[in-house]
């Protein structure tokens, strides 16, 4: 019976363990975006933590067995309280001012590192009661081990990806991994002791007092109950907030504006476009409207507020579409709160079935991946429009030398790449290359300059020559982009900026 509590008590901590550390990098978005670097920072620092923890813990199982049992106890609730407290931790570090590469890395050090640390001390004790508890047969005792350890980390990638995430959200999913540590204090407290004659009295070393196992489950319920959710929406892949500002209703994904329409009044179903809220969309659509005929089909990588797509098909009623929005969350988000953008899905939309061409309405919305989607598709476009992002930078995979190689096949006319960099960063730089090695005519041009140094750097790239929109509505300039190395699937964009 030992040898299998010890045993179970090792696979849930691992899987805790990677629950929290896949949540980590979730929650990360929208405070500092998802990119390879903050998946890197997140994944060192909590395996750093796991091996400290259990560094400590090898020390902690050579203790008399009464103290060590204490000590792993006091690690368990501390875990519980510490796991409750992240999202706290990263909001306290954004209001202390935490920005840029180095904000992210000391952010996600002090919100993750602790409770890792603290979830892999008991294991090294577990693992020593487990060997313990079949004398003569330490090696396979060893390898269920190690084998428990590796089964709950498969079972905790499987439980925060497929379940937890997109079921209950990042903040709920923390107080869920608090709990489950403090419900492991019962089977360490009722593990069976060998007769080691422990010189140590029966009541030494049994870990915190009652009173404070007790406060600590108070506090990781109340986290879970009355904590703010980190997310207004949340499924696996976007983290959404719909903000009323003024007369203009705005979508946040991981952060960042995502989309935005005037609160009053639709457009009615008169035919007229819809007004565009964000200076970049009515830069592209400028660009747009002077560009394509009147009966244009048009390729939309990153459906987003859906305001680019129904302001053509309201201006051109020949006109047809295709937008592919990875996460069908955007879509019922904007549908139930971007009144004109739902008018134009509800009026013209329909579900594409995604390679082939569709009869049916003039919107299709497929919801894929625009890589994958690209990849499969036979439909021909007379132009398309690059404006998908994960948290505030476009995927990588989206704007490497192959992905545009396949638009150029598909695309007869222009492309229009948005993206958020800083002037002539190295994100506009790649791409840069990239259309400039597969179109005679490129031009760029960015828009004003936030606090954070980033701006909004729109791309055109055609076969023929570009007509210059004019003035048009904002402050949009030629941006002079210098020589870089073209971005690939081999080695492409990393987050850097």
């Known amino acids: 019976m030992r040898f299998w509590i010890a045993i179970g008590l090792i696979l849930v901590l691992s899987a805790i363990g990677l629950t929290y550390e896949i949540a980590a990098g979730r929650v990360l978005a929208p405070f500092f975006g998802t990119s390879l670097l903050t998946w890197t920072v997140v994944i060192a620092t909590v395996l750093a933590g796991f091996s400290l923890g259990s560094a400590l ?10 103290t060590a049992i204490g000590t792993v106890r006091s690690a368990l609730v501390a875990t519980g309280v510490l796991m409750a407290l992240s999202p706290a931790a990263l909001g306290l570090m954004e ?7 180095g904000g992210m890395i000391a952010s996600v050090i002090v919100a993750f590192f602790p409770a890792s640390v603290c979830v892999s001390i008991p294991s090294p004790f577990l693992a020593k009661a487990a ?42 999913t923390f107080t869920a991994c608090g709990a489950a540590a403090l419900l492991c204090l019962i089977f360490v407290r009722n593990l069976p002791l060998p007769d ?27 986290a879970g109950i009355a904590g703010d959710p980190v997310c207004e929406y949340e499924s696996g892949l976007s983290c959404l907030r719909v903000v009323e500002d003024g007369d203009t209703v705005y979508l946040y994904s991981d952060g960042i504006a995502q ?20 200076p970049y969309t009515r830069r592209i659509w400028a660009r747009m409207n002077r560009d394509l005929d009147r009966a244009p089909t048009v ?6 507020g859906y305001s680019l797509p129904a302001s053509l098909l309201a201006s051109r009623p020949a006109a047809r579409a295709v937008a592919v929005e990875i996460d069908p969350l955007v879509t019922e988000v904007v549908q139930e709160n971007l009144p004109r953008a739902a008018a134009a899905i509800e009026r013209t939309g329909y579900v594409a079935s995604g390679a082939s061409s569709d009869t049916e309405g003039r919107l299709g919305i497929v919801h894929a991946d625009g890589r994958v989607y690209l990849n499969r598709t036979s439909r021909r476009f007379d132009a398309a429009v690059v404006d998908a992002f994960s948290s505030n930078s476009v995927p990588a995979h989206l704007v490497t030398r192959e992905t545009f190689e396949r638009l150029r096949e598909i695309v007869d006319g222009p492309v229009y790449v948005n993206l958020i960099d800083r002037p002539d960063g190295s994100l506009v730089r790649g791409v840069h290359a990239v259309l400039e090695s597969l179109y005679p005519h490129v031009e760029v041009e960015q828009g004003e300059v936030g606090p954070n140094g980033l701006t909004n750097i729109l791309i055109a790239a ?7 929109p004019g003035g ?15 971005f690939t699937d081999d080695r492409g964009w990393v987050g850097l900026r």
């Open 131 to 172: 060997i313990e508890a079949r004398p003569g047969r330490e090696g396979s005792s060893l390898g269920v081990v190690l084998a428990a350890g590796s089964v709950g980390a498969i079972l905790g990638a499987i439980l925060a990806g497929f379940l937890a995430l997109p079921l209950i959200g990042s903040a709920a």
């Open 259 to 278: 989309a935005a329409e005037p609160i009053a009044g639709t457009d009615g179903g008169t035919g007229t476009a819809p007004e565009l809220a964000l």
């Open 462 to 468: 055609s076969r023929e020559a570009l007509v210059e």
């Open 299 to 304: 390729l939309f990588i990153g459906g987003g």
């Open 95 to 101: 209001s202390w001012g935490a920005r840029g590469t």
């Open 196 to 222: 080691d004659k422990d010189p140590v009295a029966p009541n030494a070393g049994s870990g915190p007092p009652t009173g404070i196992v007790v406060s600590a489950a108070c506090f990781v319920g109340l």
């Open 57 to 66: 813990g090898g020390f902690v199982a050579e203790r008399p067995r009464r």
């Open 472 to 486: 048009g509505p904002d402050d949009y300039e030629p941006a002079r982009i210098s020589p870089a190395r073209a």
